[in-house]
């Protein structure tokens, strides 16, 4: 089938006189990865352009052309898409590479590395998630929280939940990390920001930054809506400040334009993970890169990591319900994450 795939993506492009050769793929859960070399001639452009064609003679509904330095990819979804379970993969990973503090796991990446997000370095500080209804978001979202939460006890991680629309965190609600309730109004989520500020400005006059506290919103814009100057005021501090004291934001959000979030805001979340978007222009404003392709997404956990000016495909892991139980019993010590390995007689 591959071998199929590469002779029609080869043919299409030299029927427009654009010579290239695949040579070989990877295929993933949720895609497969198709790696070419083209003419020296040939514009990058150029190929954007026919990914219509290519994706009509592949029976797929989209195509992406992909760029890593002077590598060039095509990526094709796949029909039978398979789940990425967290809970798997972080025992997968974990065992291979051990626990990294205060990092997480949250997803495979085009190449099947998982992909980890250490949020005290000094280019990621904050994280902005941004999808459409149905791109996986807030599923993103919970498994980036569960990661970071199963592998970090409470003295060394904290989190501060605010869910104006009381669905996405909900089920985060038994972890024991957790510095108040969550909050699911915007007099709640006010009262809990200003009690983040008068920790965040302590922090400052002492100059510690231990234990770190995530504050994660889900939908960001509702709150902003309600909420009013104060509470964009808050987030726009702990947006510049908060990584010398320890405080991180996720905050996730269906089109994050700056007109909304505000320009320092949104300046001042450097790492965004872009799952669906309906056109082009809003690819660029949640991704802040032209030419991601986040348009082209399929939805359900398909998602791209800008890190820096460069996108990174990835799908996205998630916790099922059979998953949050054993999530459960893991951070209170009912169960092992890791199975220890047997002693060799």
């Given at each position: 089938?591959?071998?199929?795939?590469?002779d029609?993506?080869?043919?299409?492009l030299a029927s427009h006189?654009i010579?290239?050769?695949?040579?070989?793929?990877?295929?993933?859960?949720?895609?497969?990865r198709?790696?070419?070399t083209a003419?020296?001639t040939a514009?990058v452009?150029s190929?954007?352009?026919?990914?219509e064609?290519i994706?009509l003679a592949?029976g797929?509904?989209?195509?992406?052309?992909?760029?890593?330095g002077?590598?060039?990819a095509?990526?094709?979804?796949?029909n039978d898409?398979?789940p990425?379970?967290?809970?798997?993969l972080?025992r997968r990973?974990?065992?291979?590479?051990?626990i990294?503090p205060?990092?997480?796991c949250v997803?495979?990446?085009?190449?099947?590395?998982?992909?980890?997000?250490r949020?005290?370095?000094?280019?990621v500080?904050?994280?902005?998630?941004?999808?459409?209804?149905?791109?996986?978001k807030?599923?993103?979202?919970r498994a980036?929280?569960?990661?970071l939460?199963v592998g970090n006890?409470?003295?060394k991680?904290?989190l501060?939940?605010?869910?104006?629309?009381?669905r996405?965190?909900?089920p985060?609600?038994?972890l024991?990390h957790?510095?108040?309730?969550?909050a699911?109004?915007t007099?709640?989520?006010a009262?809990l920001?200003?009690?983040l500020?008068?920790?965040m400005d302590?922090?400052?006059?002492e100059?510690?930054?231990?234990?770190r506290?995530?504050?994660?919103i889900d939908e960001?814009v509702d709150?902003?809506?309600?909420?009013?100057k104060?509470?964009?005021?808050?987030?726009?501090?702990?947006?510049?400040?908060?990584r010398e004291?320890?405080?991180h934001l996720?905050?996730g959000?269906?089109?994050?334009a700056s007109?909304?979030?505000?320009p320092?805001?949104?300046?001042?979340?450097?790492v965004r993970?872009?799952?669906r978007?309906?056109s082009?222009?809003d690819a660029?404003?949640?991704s802040?890169?032209?030419?991601?392709?986040?348009e082209?997404?399929?939805?359900?956990?398909d998602?791209i990591?800008v890190?820096?000016g460069?996108?990174?495909?990835?799908q996205s892991?998630?916790?099922s319900?059979?998953?949050?139980?054993?999530?459960?019993?893991i951070i209170h010590g009912?169960?092992?994450l890791l199975?220890?390995?047997?002693?060799?007689s």
């Amino acid at each position: 089938m591959m071998e199929f795939q590469s002779d029609r993506i080869e043919a299409v492009l030299a029927s427009h006189r654009i010579p290239i050769r695949v040579h070989g793929g990877i295929v993933s859960p949720s895609w497969i990865r198709f790696h070419f070399t083209a003419a020296p001639t040939a514009k990058v452009s150029s190929i954007r352009n026919l990914t219509e064609e290519i994706a009509l003679a592949l029976g797929a509904p989209a195509v992406r052309i992909a760029r890593e330095g002077n590598v060039l990819a095509i990526e094709v979804p796949r029909n039978d898409k398979q789940p990425l379970r967290l809970l798997p993969l972080l025992r997968r990973t974990f065992s291979t590479i051990g626990i990294q503090p205060i990092t997480a796991c949250v997803g495979l990446t085009q190449d099947g590395r998982p992909l980890m997000i250490r949020l005290p370095a000094p280019d990621v500080s904050h994280v902005l998630v941004a999808g459409a209804t149905g791109s996986g978001k807030t599923e993103l979202m919970r498994a980036l929280l569960l990661s970071l939460a199963v592998g970090n006890r409470q003295h060394k991680l904290q989190l501060a939940l605010i869910d104006p629309k009381s669905r996405g965190f909900g089920p985060l609600a038994f972890l024991p990390h957790l510095l108040a309730p969550i909050a699911s109004d915007t007099l709640s989520a006010a009262a809990l920001l200003e009690r983040l500020i008068v920790e965040m400005d302590r922090r400052d006059a002492e100059g510690i930054s231990s234990p770190r506290i995530v504050i994660a919103i889900d939908e960001v814009v509702d709150l902003l809506m309600t909420g009013g100057k104060p509470v964009e005021t808050a987030l726009t501090r702990i947006a510049q400040r908060g990584r010398e004291a320890g405080l991180h934001l996720i905050v996730g959000a269906q089109k994050p334009a700056s007109a909304v979030l505000g320009p320092h805001l949104k300046a001042n979340l450097p790492v965004r993970l872009v799952g669906r978007v309906g056109s082009v222009e809003d690819a660029r404003v949640a991704s802040g890169v032209s030419g991601s392709s986040a348009e082209k997404l399929t939805g359900a956990g398909d998602f791209i990591a800008v890190f820096g000016g460069q996108a990174i495909h990835f799908q996205s892991a998630f916790a099922s319900p059979g998953d949050l139980v054993e999530f459960r019993r893991i951070i209170h010590g009912q169960t092992p994450l890791l199975t220890a390995p047997k002693n060799e007689s």
